[in-house]
């Protein structure tokens, strides 16, 4: 079976500061990974994903995120946090083939201190 | 192109009773899927239907049914509701091996 781990369920940063959202994933396929950010009393939006190419994958908004195998790691950053980075960011998984099942983790609150 | 749309946004029904959720794919994205997201929780996958037929459950009982229409709209409909079936319920859509989901904005249902 497939899981994500996020750790820290709350980071706060300060704004202008580096952004780190750790992820850690269990996976017996190669997987595929992901980070999703929700706004309140919304969807989720793909931030981006790795799906075995770069393991250095650049997304939205100034993301990106570096996949690991050594160490099962997919941590999202961005060098300079903004204020409307606030929101709660979901690492997931998916095994490559088969049908396309996500398992997300619990999520990570980011509160930006101005 | 137009998003995934969920209909409607909030509900609220009495514990026993019987829902019904829809969701439009996004334009071109053949494969629904949906998820349960209770409060402080990342969304846990119901089921995925493609070619209206579903196509991968997730640990949900069998009173979470769906269907996916001809045109790729979906419903969940969810019977003998009970309290913990109070959630967000969201959508997903994509395209057949094109792994990354588009979400739709969500249900808001309470059970009373």
């Known amino acids: 079976a497939q899981s994500v781990t996020q750790l820290g369920s709350h980071v706060s940063v300060s704004e202008g500061a580096l952004v780190l959202l750790r992820c850690n994933y269990s996976?017996?396929?190669?997987?595929?990974l992901f980070w999703y950010v929700q706004y309140p009393n919304q969807g989720l939006q793909l931030l981006l994903k790795y799906t075995s190419a770069a393991t250095l994958v650049k997304g939205i908004n100034g993301f990106e995120a570096e996949f690991k195998k050594s160490e099962t790691s997919f941590h999202l950053t961005k060098p300079s946090a903004h204020m409307s980075d606030a929101a709660e960011y979901f690492c997931?998984?998916?095994?490559?083939?088969?049908?396309?099942?996500?398992?997300f983790g619990i999520g990570t609150k980011l509160q930006v201190i101005p | 192109e137009t998003g995934v749309t969920q209909s409607p946004t909030h509900l609220i029904k009495t514990r026993g009773q019987q829902v019904t959720l829809r969701c439009s794919s996004q334009s071109g994205h053949n494969t629904v899927s949906w998820y349960q997201q209770a409060l402080g929780q990342g969304p846990q996958f119901i089921f995925q239907?493609?070619?209206?037929?579903?196509?991968g459950r997730g640990n949900f009982p069998p009173r979470f049914s769906g269907l996916q229409f001809p045109n790729y709209s979906s419903e969940l409909n969810v019977n003998a509701l009970e309290l913990d079936d109070s959630a967000l319920y969201l959508c997903?859509?994509?395209?057949?091996?094109?792994?990354?989901?588009?979400f739709g904005s969500g249900t808001r249902l309470t059970v009373v």
């Open positions: 239907y493609y070619r209206e037929e579903e196509n």
């Open positions: 997903a859509s994509s395209r057949r091996g094109d792994y990354g989901y588009t």
């Open positions: 996976s017996s396929v190669p997987p595929y």
């Open positions: 997931a998984v998916s095994d490559q083939g088969g049908y396309q099942k996500v398992t």
